[in-house]
């Protein structure tokens, strides 16, 4: 379970910087208070990367190891070309993430809840549920997206003025090579 969990926190970490959703946070950060952005944030991610969980593990019983393994790693080189092309707030999101109200758990769980369905996170909280153990990839994939998400809440601003986007993109789309090809490489050591 700690690997499953160091793994996906570390990657799901990586693949949630400059998503459409840490600019979700962001823009909800304005909006509404510390802990309850990062409440509705905090249960939305756990309902959704637990389905993602359940499809990765359906998948791995399944299918034989070694396929999945390179479907694995060529998704992670995609991932990789996903993050360098970069995700925008939609106006839909962002009109979600203005919205004003008493319910602001509510309102930001369920616009992250929408906002993750076909998400790369939650596709590669799926990815990894194939070949890691479930327990320590649902937190560990939770956990990552949590502290991305609560970076651009706390610190957002710090952020954007100190580190370049782009650094940010490279450094997340280099992760996502380096994991696809090691994939790879143990999916043809496998067949």
Known sequence: MDNAFLLSAALIFVAELGDKSQLMALAFATRYRFWPT??????????????????????????????????????YLAFAVWTIRGDELGAENEARARREGRWAVLAIGTAFFLAELGDKTMLATVTLATTNEPIGTWLGSTVGMVAADALAVGAGAVIARRVSPNAIKAFAAISFVIFGLLLIKEGLGQI
């Open 38 to 75: 990062m409440l509705g944030i905090t249960l939305a991610t756990l309902l959704v990367h637990a389905g993602s969980v359940a499809i990765g593990r359906i998948a791995a019983a399944a299918l034989p190891v070694g396929p999945i393994n390179i479907v694995a790693g060529l998704a």
